[in-house]
């Protein structure tokens, strides 16, 4: 199983990016799907999180900012991103959550805002 994440770039404070990330195979037998970040010289924390049963979770930090979501159909997850802040600048990895086994990570994709 094999994660993508796409949509990253460079933003202006208050700007918005919807970042994307697709597996190789369906999602229903992940047990949850989310979103982390690492910036320079930080650990990798929780962004967001949604469960297979669509129980959804935010970070603090982004909640009524960034919104998850996820497209059984199309095997993608997603995180809008809204007013965005300089202090969102990271690297930005999905994650599933398997059954029995270790979290399978995406390559992560750079999110920088500019202030």
């Known amino acids: 199983v094999q994660l993508q994440a796409s949509g990253g770039g460079l933003v202006q404070a208050g700007g918005s990016l919807r970042l994307s990330c697709a597996a190789s195979?369906?999602?229903?037998?992940?047990?949850?799907l989310g979103w982390y970040r690492q910036a320079p010289g930080k650990q990798r924390d929780l962004v967001a999180r949604i469960t297979s049963a669509d129980k959804i979770i935010y970070s603090d930090s982004v909640k009524g900012r960034f919104a998850i979501s996820r497209d059984n159909a199309k095997a993608t997850v997603y995180l809008q991103m809204s007013s965005l802040k300089p202090e969102d600048t990271a690297v930005y990895y999905c994650?599933?959550?398997?059954?029995?086994?270790?979290?399978?990570w995406g390559q992560g994709t750079l999110v920088t805002v500019s202030s």
């Open positions: 195979t369906n999602i229903f037998s992940f047990n949850a």
């Open positions: 994650a599933a959550e398997v059954p029995a086994g270790r979290p399978i």
